[in-house]
C-alpha cells in the first residue's frame, strides 16, 4: 500500500519560515518524481515545486521561486519543502504527490499518489 504523509504544518507569522515534510512508504521511492502543491480556500490546487528522482533537477513556481527549497532524502524515503519568507498568500494545504517518471513536472494531472494534506498557515 502506497502512502504518503506530511507533516511540519502550523502557523507562523509571515516573514517567518516552515519545514514540511513527506514520509513515503510502498513505492520505490528513488525511481520517482516528488512534488508540493497547495489549495487555498476558495482555490484551485496548485504547483509549488518538484524534484527529480535523483535531486539533480529542480522547478518551483514563479509565486516561491526565492523563498521556498524542495529536497528529498532518497535513503530516508522523505521528500522536503523549506519555506522562508512566508506571507499571508502562501496559507494553504500543502500536497507531496509522487510520480514515476524522470522528469520534473507540474502539472498535478501527471501525478499518482498523493498524501493527506498538511495546513499551513501564515497570519498578517
Known amino acids: 500500500q502506497v502512502r504518503l504523509v506530511e507533516s511540519g504544518g502550523g502557523l507562523v507569522q509571515a516573514g517567518g519560515s516552515l519545514r514540511l515534510s513527506c514520509a513515503v512508504s510502498?513505492?520505490?521511492?528513488?525511481?520517482?518524481?516528488m512534488g508540493w502543491f497547495r489549495q487555498a480556500p476558495g482555490k484551485e490546487r496548485e504547483f509549488v515545486g518538484t524534484?527529480?528522482?535523483?535531486?539533480?533537477?529542480?522547478f518551483m513556481s514563479d509565486s516561491v521561486e526565492g523563498r521556498f527549497t524542495i529536497s528529498r532524502d532518497n535513503a530516508k524515503k522523505t521528500v522536503y519543502l523549506q519555506m522562508n519568507s512566508l506571507k499571508s498568500e502562501d496559507t494553504a494545504v500543502y500536497y507531496c504527490?509522487?510520480?514515476?517518471?524522470?522528469?520534473?513536472?507540474?502539472?498535478?494531472?501527471?501525478?499518482?499518489?498523493w498524501g493527506q494534506g498538511t495546513q499551513v498557515t501564515v497570519s498578517s
Open positions: 524534484i527529480s528522482w535523483d535531486a539533480i533537477k529542480t
Open positions: 504527490a509522487a510520480v514515476f517518471q524522470r522528469g520534473v513536472p507540474s502539472s498535478e494531472k501527471e501525478y499518482d499518489y
Open positions: 510502498g513505492l520505490t521511492f528513488s525511481a520517482y518524481a
